[in-house]
């Protein structure tokens, strides 16, 4: 086949939303070329042709593997020590108690800390979130956690896609990462995990709910990571001091986050300032909400949206 047919083959699976986008921008290219590399039929955490080289740059192939095959990770060096220590401000300074509870939450917390969205759109993050949840993706919760010593069992595991029925779908939608300001061992109440349990692809029983786990342990500056089927559960924190964490959720694009930062948007001030990939996480390319009266959705984000989801 010649070089012109080859590429026109190629180019049919990204034809009409080539259409769409009235002669593709320069910034979608790397994208609809992606799409054509894996004729749009990009597997389950499988890594996009245009995320290869950020992939392997940010040292993230190691971290991948473990979590395709156990559904949880650690990822280390995400951020510098003092990152960390900014990040446990931000969340002891907004954070509330939790009514009879000995904990304290800070909740809804994209847009209010400088340090809280310099991690939420942190590269390493960002790049294997997209590797799970796909191009496009939005933030969903952004909540800062702190836990105290206690001499309570542990609450069970679940899987954090709540809201979706079993069997869930191949291509993962929901993932969390737990950044844990001080780093987490098991005796000061690492996460707990069923590994492998994410190829259940359903939410455990009651009884499975009680599952043997496995602590992740992580080292200040490192972030754990889980899918959303994986079966997993805060541990309990045995000695002094505060166990302070960020857990940020991020959702592949088609599915309904769980907070609503669409006000943001709307802020001209606060997206002057903020970390460039703040926007896209705030779903300003998404075509959902965009008809009118008397006007359909926006065809372009419409097309967009075809491309990033195959991603
Ligand atoms: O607090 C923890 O260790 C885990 C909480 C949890 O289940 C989550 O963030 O999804
Ligand atoms: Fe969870």
Redesign the pocket.
């Known amino acids: 086949m010649s070089g012109a047919a080859q590429t026109t083959d190629d180019q049919s699976f990204t034809e009409t939303a080539r259409r769409f986008l009235e002669g593709s921008p320069e910034e979608l290219k790397p994208l609809l070329e992606s799409v054509e590399k894996s004729r749009g039929l990009l597997g389950p955490d499988d890594v996009a042709d245009h995320l290869r080289a950020r992939v392997e740059a940010l040292g993230l192939a190691d971290s991948l593997a473990h979590f395709r095959a156990h559904g949880y990770a650690v990822i280390e060096d995400v951020a510098p020590p003092e990152e960390m220590d900014a990040l446990r401000e931000a969340i002891h300074g907004l954070s509330e108690p939790v009514p009879g509870a000995d904990s304290r939450v800070a909740a809804f917390l994209l847009g209010r800390h400088p340090a809280v969205d310099r991690i939420a759109t942190n590269p390493k993050i960002l790049a294997f979130a997209e590797v799970s949840v796909g191009n496009g993706l939005r933030a969903s919760q952004i909540i800062g956690?702190i836990?105290h010593r206690s001499d309570a069992e542990s609450a069970g595991v679940?899987a954090?896609q709540g809201w979706l029925p079993a069997p869930f779908p191949e291509h993962n939608c929901v993932i969390?990462f737990?950044v844990p300001c001080e780093g987490m061992t098991a005796e000061e109440?690492?996460?707990?995990v069923v590994p492998g349990s994410h190829a259940e692809r359903r939410h455990p029983t009651p009884a499975e709910t009680r599952s043997e786990t496995v602590p992740i342990e992580v080292k200040k500056g490192g972030v754990a990571v889980?899918n959303g089927s994986v079966w997993?559960?805060?541990?309990v924190r045995r000695v002094g001091g505060t166990r302070t964490?960020l857990?940020a959720?991020y959702q592949r694009l088609y599915t309904q986050p769980i907070d609503d930062y669409t006000y943001l948007l709307e802020d001209e001030e606060y997206l002057a300032s903020a970390p460039e990939a703040m926007r896209g996480l705030l779903g300003e390319r998404l075509f959902f909400g965009t008809a009118k009266s008397g006007s359909m959705v926006d065809l372009r984000k419409f097309g967009e949206a075809t491309i990033r989801a195959k991603l």
Request: glycine share 16%.
């Open positions: 956690s836990m679940h954090d969390t737990c109440g690492a996460t707990r889980w997993h559960g805060a541990g964490v857990h959720t």
